[in-house]
């Protein structure tokens, strides 16, 4: 569940017509609520609003809803990623994937592969801001003013809550 303001909440329902998990908009005034996306073949998870609109994973894919009459829009993320200079290579992450979170300005911090990626659509490019190998980084979330984004790893053998500053690192 989250607030788009003080008289409207967006949360995931199933219960449309397809009985599948949706984002759906509440208006307290009017009590109704309506059905935001349509997806019918399978869940809307990680539901995460932002400046920039919602940001959600379907399948794997994210998606990205600037406005909530619009379609929502996928977005084609790839994202190379350098182990050392003999070893480049192109990591595909459409299957690996497990949760976004929107900032604003556009930029997505998507957990996949156990790292905590930032990915900048109006750039189409990504930093991994996490860059542990051994350690699984999982549930970003980037604060409302950009400069931060928080995420749970297990580095130093628990889970245990991370802040990282995105400007300063």
Known sequence: ???RGEDEMLFLSERGPARRSNIW????????AQQITHFNNTDVRNPSIGAAGIVFEVDGEVYLQANLADAPRKIDISIGIARDEREKRLVG???????????PNGVIAVEARGDVLLYDTERNSAVNVSNTSNAAERFPSISPDGSTVA???DADGEYQLYLRNLETG
């Open 151 to 153: 995420y749970q790893s």
């Open 1 to 3: 569940t989250t607030r």
């Open 25 to 32: 908009l509440l208006k307290n005034e009017a009590g109704e």
């Open 93 to 103: 992450l459409k299957d690996r994937v497990e949760g976004a979170s929107i900032g």
